[in-house]
């Protein structure tokens, strides 16, 4: 069974600030997505950035970009510029190919920024 | 706002009680995916439902039953209810991009007393 592992439970960076959560995962696919949620105090799921696994360029989204390393099965977010809205809790989601695939997703890292 | 609505928002009930939760997914989504968040165990896939009919079951107790209906919309139901049940609810509808991202509403929230 795919796991997805994110072994730091809070991080904590100073606003302007860069930070980069970690993220690893277990599959003996070749091909799947991966996926950067964020959960913030509103309890709300929302999703930061997706990655492709066949696509070797890192996905960007604004101040939000991945290192995705395939071969080491590492997929970490990084943060540029860190703004205090982006204190949450963020999860990493792996997701086989396939129309009926469920997102497993990592226990979760919670982030704070500091004034 | 993703999209997708799910009510109640809150909901307090007493143990051994049953309780539905419902879930509208966007607009021309098809898939529906139940979760639960708990403190101890995280993010869990409840199961999935595509069109109308079960595609996936994850960690779904016996106590708790789903379906969708014509309208697209579905309901998870909770029986005889534990403390152990209580948790955040998610429902989701999955996104038409090759990825398949998920959207999430903005939950249920339950508690058993």
């Known amino acids: 069974a795919q796991t997805v592992t994110q072994s730091q439970p809070e991080m904590s960076v100073q606003e302007a600030e860069t930070v980069t959560l970690s993220c690893t995962y277990d599959?003996?696919?070749?091909?799947?997505?991966l996926f950067w949620y964020k959960q913030p105090p509103s309890r709300q799921m929302i999703l930061v950035i997706r990655?492709?696994?066949?696509?070797?360029q890192n996905a960007t989204e604004n101040r939000f970009s991945v290192n995705f390393q395939k071969a080491a099965k590492s997929f970490s977010l990084k943060i540029s510029d860190s703004q205090l809205g982006d204190a949450a809790m963020y999860f990493c989601?792996?997701?086989?190919?396939?129309?009926?695939?469920?997102?497993?997703f990592g226990k979760g890292i919670t982030l704070s920024v500091r004034p | 706002d993703s999209g997708v609505t799910q009510t109640p928002k809150h909901l307090i009930t007493a143990t051994g009680q049953r309780v539905t939760l419902r879930c509208s997914p966007r607009?021309?989504?098809?898939?529906v995916y139940w979760y639960q968040q708990s403190l101890d165990q995280g993010l869990q896939f409840l199961i999935q439902?595509?069109?109308?009919?079960?595609?996936a079951k994850g960690n779904i107790l016996e106590r708790f039953s789903a379906q969708q209906f014509p309208d697209l919309h579905s309901e998870l139901n909770l029986s005889s209810l534990e403390l152990g049940d209580s948790a955040l609810y998610f429902c989701?509808?999955?996104?038409?991009?090759?990825?398949?991202?998920?959207?999430f509403g903005e939950g249920s929230r339950l508690t058993v007393l």
């Open positions: 989701a509808s999955k996104g038409r991009t090759t990825a398949g991202e998920l959207f």
């Open positions: 599959t003996s696919e070749s091909d799947y997505y």
């Open positions: 990655q492709e696994a066949y696509k070797q």
């Open positions: 989601a792996y997701r086989e190919i396939g129309a009926n695939s469920k997102l497993t």
């Open positions: 607009s021309g989504d098809l898939s």
């Open positions: 439902y595509y069109n109308g009919e079960e595609r």
